[in-house]
């Protein structure tokens, strides 16, 4: 558990997750202005986990994870066509006042959650002996592939593991304990997704961004109708998670409140960056130029990559939805007198312009209602 002496290990943490995001803000930043905070804090974690799997991989310090980073953060200030006498890439660092809600948005998730997490350290019930000892069992031996903690001689190929990886190669990094590294496990995600979904909102709904944050942290229907039927508060959020016999219904807020550091809310990491990227693709693919498109598609395979080791089953649903994103993109990119591919181009751009129109009236019936003329979400 983190007590007020540890507090300086909890600002190690986040110097770490802001020098892996502002080392790749210039570059997405000029590629994608409009989300380049949201995407250079999941785009950085997931490259240092695939970066630090690979080092391990060769059997190389932890350590060396970091040097692409450091390389990326001086070539954006010694690389570029000069302005007077400074480097245009610097302008990624700078005005970020714009963006100042992803931040209070990230630190108010983060320390919200983290202080939750402190009054519930635990790692005494459901699956947090396993989930601390695949993290314990990294930080200790941090070979490819981990040690299994339970099993004398064996090793966690048969699970997938990469989220708890991603946390032990930063715990390795920073020197924080396992158990105090599992404390902030969950926080960080958190504020990850919350970001994630933020930009999603801005691209879709520019007044209402906070709409997909509120989803994210809502309890489900099943919650609501039992606290109406008088279930016991003891009981209340467990039940809420087991509406139908025989299946698990867990939900995001559930897992952050509950406290599993497992695999599938690991995975809402690089899910949500998914879903950023969709959304990117889907609204801006038409805008951006050919090398935007080329590195979009780079980082969509290093987000989708990362879903399997991450919680594999994930890729059920995420792998068809990249799929039917990339048909949809290939079809609306194709020229209009392109036989069959024009025409269907022609009777999809219906539909979706009319729900494009709904989205954006009914967003702008909400902000009637609810803010003043000129104020955003």
Known sequence: MITPGDIWIVF???????????????????????????????ISILLFTMISYWVSLLHLPIQLSLLPF??????S??????QGNRISLLRGYRDLSPEWRYYLLFAGVFFSMLLLRVYSPDISAAEKFMDHGFIASMMRSPG????????????????????????AAMGLITGIPSNILFTMALPTIAAFSAVNVYGAGHLLLPRLRLLP??????????????????T???????????????TINEYPLFSFIFGDVHAHVLGFLPQTTLI????????????????SRGLLILFTGLALGSVPPTNSWDILIQAPLVILTGIILLLISAPQSAGYTGKFRSAISIPSNLIASCIHQAEKEVCSVFFSPGRGA
Do not use: Q
């Open 70 to 75: 450091l390389g990326i953060a001086v070539a």
């Open 77 to 82: 200030l010694f690389i570029g066509s000069k």
């Open 12 to 42: 190690i943490w986040i110097f770490l997750i802001f020098f892996l995001h502002f080392s790749l803000l210039p570059l997405i930043r000029h590629f994608y202005p409009l989300i380049a905070v949201p995407l250079s804090f999941s």
């Open 232 to 246: 016991e508060w003891g009981k209340l959020l467990w039940d809420s998670t087991r509406v139908i016999d025989g």
């Open 144 to 167: 490819i592939p981990p040690l299994d903690p339970w099993f004398s001689g064996g090793d966690l190929s048969v699970y997938y593991y990469l989220g708890h990886w991603m946390l």
């Open 213 to 230: 944050v509120v989803f994210l942290f809502l309890m489900n229907p099943a919650f609501v109708y039992l606290a109406l039927s008088g």
């Open 276 to 291: 950023l990227l969709i959304t990117l693709a889907l609204t801006c693919w038409m805008k951006i130029s050919s090398s």
